[in-house]
């Protein structure tokens, strides 16, 4: 047995690259938001029913990674296993101004790579509904002297609502096991 | 600055002042590795995380790795992970369940109960010159399964954990207890581990009861993110505690914790608002308890340390925590979330969206302690800024010993202001450490805080 979970894979046409082109552009939008610390533009971009989600990622034997590797989202303890009221709260905390840890605010770079539309509903020519599949690669620098890199998978679900994507579920998998880092005061 | 040769030297406890020398010194951190880490007592994991036999949780004293591991005959073994014969790590996965550890490099194997079962050709490499029964994976010298809870020390001297824990026992009883009274019943529902680049001390010593940092976590109060925010309630938690008489005791092993006693008759205080059936739950609690305990109900626990590196939160949220260092300047945090095994699973899913969204490096209280960690051991890195001590003199003077408190004696040195007299307590235990002093002393033996007036005259 294979330890990889497989990734669904959908017809190449021009309609999947016209899609791949809009959503990768979304992606950027929202880094650029991230970055340039439009943070409430950034919540817009976001579904009311957002689930926010980033494992912990434990090592384990082989062949028991699709069971045990990551922890879930119905039980247990994550980094992150949010809804939009919270994500909107740490918004908020970083606007007080006395939110210590982004105080004074990181300098971040939210790179978003490998790009792929896993699924399209209906289909690629009509979506209103797409999962994904990217990289990330996210610099922070605080203060001086700290600065950490974060990289890993990024899973979404993104639905279109009036017209515009909205981010509906984020699976975030930072590839690391003990966090190397004090805190995670950025968004994925 | 020289190096005192005696650690006692760094902890001027009669002024109030302790050199930042301990906080950033390699050398001080050595010490506190061979004399510190290698004899007090240490949480190593929960119960729960080893249900059943040949279940293993990869677990930490000091900077060594170990392995908390039930037997197949059902018996709780602590174990050095490093293979007898050139150290390998026999084992690299978090958890599991096993039968074997079977070290990576030479392919000795160890039973759950750390003997060693097969070392490869045996009958021609090493008979007569090497015998099994000697080469065990090594063990801890005590282990201590109080509550659920796994407690270890590599002194076969210690005392036993009960009287290490002292009085501190009923303060940390309040975080693993279930909430309706019942003694015990916890379960760890997940594990935070990350490293942040502090000295272990400010994480201890910020759990033995620094309430005067609440400053910090301005951001989060202003927002409001307790088990109330969306009623409007402000603030990181519930304040159960208005009505409270806070105390804040020193123990003589070094422990610090910060709880309350309830006024007799008080008003029981909404809480868990978010969701009316959470609240209930809550309520029915409350209620229970008080009927189990009586008015020994009225006393809540808050945060403690217990000596050197073992942390709780004791209700909103619910944790334990273990501090382990990594160097003078760098720690690695584990943070264990408790919650009652029993409890429903709606009460379990509300409790854990909470306590992720407060605790911890992606917490959105906690990630201002870490900032506050970080850069307080940065600045204190300096050759001159290693001349000048921290002052702990707030409240000094201040605390009694055994008070009676809304009608309930609470023993220890108590304090019943804001305080740092616990941070000074610790340090002296740990000094003592360092200093290699026996353990009647490191128990609080000739610290005359608790020695009853009467009979010092
Ligand atoms: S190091 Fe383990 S068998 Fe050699
Ligand atoms: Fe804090």
């Known amino acids: 047995m294979d330890a990889t979970v497989e990734t669904p894979r959908i017809l190449r046409d021009d309609a999947y690259y016209t899609l791949r082109r809009e959503i990768e552009e979304f992606y950027y939008d929202e880094a650029e938001c991230i970055d340039t610390r439009r943070f409430t533009e950034w919540l817009d971009m976001l579904h009311e029913d957002l689930r926010y989600f980033m494992p912990m990622r434990h090592n384990v034997k082989f062949g028991q990674h699709a069971e045990r590797e990551n922890t879930r989202e119905d039980e247990g303890i994550s980094w992150f296993n949010e809804d939009k009221w919270t994500v909107t709260k740490r918004v908020e905390q970083i606007l007080t101004g006395v939110h210590y840890a982004e105080e004074p605010l990181s300098r971040t770079t939210h790179m978003i790579t490998n790009v792929q539309v896993l699924q399209a509903l209906p289909d690629a020519a009509s979506a209103q509904e797409v999962h994904t599949s990217c990289r990330f690669h996210t610099y922070l620098n605080r203060v001086e002297y700290e600065t950490y890199n974060f990289v890993g998978k990024r899973y979404d679900r993104l639905v279109r609502v009036d017209g515009d994507w909205k981010v509906r579920h984020r699976k975030i998998l930072l590839d690391q096991n003990i966090l190397q880092a004090k805190n995670l005061s950025t968004f994925f | ?457």
Not at chain 2, 78 to 94: A, D, I, T
Not at chain 2, 132 to 157: C, F, M, Q
Not at chain 2, 329 to 355: C, M, Q, S
């Open chain 2, 1 to 457: 600055m020289t190096h005192p040769s005696k650690a006692a030297d760094f902890v001027d406890w009669r002024r109030g002042q302790i050199s930042r020398e301990i906080y950033v010194s390699e050398d001080v951190y050595r010490r506190e590795l061979e004399t510190l880490f290698t004899r007090a007592w240490l949480f190593v994991g929960h119960e729960s995380q080893i249900p059943n036999p040949g279940d293993f949780f990869t677990s930490r004293m000091g900077e060594e790795s170990v392995i908390l591991v039930r037997d197949k005959a059902g018996v709780i073994h602590v174990l050095l992970n490093s293979c007898r014969h050139r150290g390998m790590k026999v084992c690299r996965y978090e958890s599991g369940n096993t039968s074997l550890f079977t070290c990576p490099y030479h392919s000795w194997t160890y039973t759950t109960d750390g003997r060693i079962r097969g070392i490869p050709l045996y009958k021609a490499l090493y008979e007569g010159n090497l015998n099994r029964d000697e080469w065990s994976l090594v063990e801890v010298a005590k282990l201590h399964n109080y509550k659920g809870t796994i407690w270890a020390t590599w002194d076969p001297d210690a005392p036993d954990f009960l009287t290490y824990l002292g009085d501190a026992k009923i303060h940390l009883d309040q975080a693993l207890d279930c909430r309706d009274g019942r003694p015990g019943g916890s379960e760890v529902i997940g594990v935070h581990k990350w490293v942040f680049p502090a000295n272990w001390k400010f994480a201890a010593e910020n759990f033995l009861g620094d309430t005067y940092h609440n400053p910090s976590h301005r951001s989060v109060d202003m927002i409001g993110i307790g088990p109330s925010a969306l009623e409007g309630v402000k603030g990181r938690r519930d304040n159960e505690l208005e009505q409270a008489q806070h105390v804040w005791c020193s123990f003589p092993a070094g422990h610090g914790v910060h709880s309350a006693v309830q006024p007799e008759g008080y008003e029981f205080v909404d809480q868990f608002k978010n969701d009316p059936e959470i609240a209930d739950y809550f309520r029915y609690c409350h209620e229970e308890r008080k009927r189990r305990l009586g008015e020994d109900a009225r006393f809540l626990p808050f945060v403690g340390t217990i000596f050197p590196n073992t942390s709780y939160h004791g209700r909103q949220p619910r944790s334990l925590c273990s501090w382990h260092p990594h160097s003078a300047n760098e720690t690695e945090g584990w943070r264990f979330f408790l919650v009652d095994a029993d409890a429903p699973t709606k009460i379990k899913d509300f409790l854990r969206t909470y306590y992720m969204r407060y605790s911890g490096p992606a917490g959105m209280t906690e990630q201002d302690d870490m900032e506050n960690w970080l850069y307080a051991t940065k600045a204190s890195m300096g050759t001159i800024a290693r001349r000048h001590n921290f002052n702990y003199t707030q409240s000094m003077g201040a605390s009694e010993l055994n008070p009676v408190v809304n009608g309930i004696e609470v023993r220890g040195d108590v304090s019943q202001q804001v305080t740092e007299h616990m941070a000074v307590g610790f340090y002296r235990r740990w000094a003592q450490y360092l200093d290699q002093e026996p353990w009647d002393v490191l128990m609080g033996k000739g610290d005359e805080r608790f020695t009853p007036k009467a009979a010092a005259e």
